[in-house]
């Protein structure tokens, strides 16, 4: 099981939830790529209001504007893994925002796998 704590980086990565890659969702493809690299966790927030560069806000309460939600992905590793896994992303279509945060950990555990 893997360990982390302390130091460490936030890698959060900004899209639309209608954006795509190879006809399925880009945040699927991105935690996709973070597990096979073997990161230490990648969650996907979907938004319900938001607006971006274009500074059109997007929401669920108007049936016209529900789609090109805000979707965030946020992954927590060791600074030396989240700067590596950058390369990852190069050839996806991001058109969003990447940010990366110095983050301190307090707890991390994961559980028990049930194959074991």
């Given at each position: 099981m893997m360990t982390l704590h302390g130091h460490a980086l936030r890698l959060t990565i900004v899209v639309d939830d209608t954006d795509t890659w190879h006809h399925k969702?880009?945040?699927t493809e991105i935690v996709r790529r973070a597990h096979a690299f073997g990161m230490a966790g990648a969650t996907v927030f979907r938004g319900a209001e938001g607006f971006g560069a274009t500074s059109v806000v997007h929401t669920t309460r108007l049936l016209s504007?529900?789609?090109?939600l805000p979707a965030a992905i946020v992954i927590i590793d060791e600074a030396d893994r989240v700067r590596a896994f950058m390369d990852e992303l190069e050839d996806l279509p991001i058109s969003?925002?990447?940010t990366v945060q110095e983050v301190e950990v307090i707890h991390y555990k994961g559980r028990e796998s049930a194959a074991t």
């Open positions: 969702p880009l945040f504007m529900a789609d090109d969003g925002l990447i």
